[in-house]
């Protein structure tokens, strides 16, 4: 399965095909990363179990989508910023052994 990451289908789809079948977006992230389905979604957006296809071995990974729920310029600026870090210590931990 192929999940569609327009925050406003989020549909189902077939493995390998390219585009949604309900709102056309392209499903592969950066021609990369498949979302197979959504573990997660909270106040910061939503999180996908992910396949990155470009590596030969396809390992699974995961997508963070930044959509917060919140309201205000500021508010939002900061949930940006604390986004930001966590993708950082994330890729950080990828790499530890
Ligand atoms: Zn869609």
Redesign the pocket.
Known sequence: MTQ?L?PG???PNPPEIKF?Q??G?KLVLAERYRPLKIIGQGGFGITFEAVDEYKPSKPFCVIKQFFPQAQGTQTLSKAAELFAQEAERLDRLGIHP
């Open positions: 569609c327009n289908c989020l549909k949604c309900s709102c977006e």
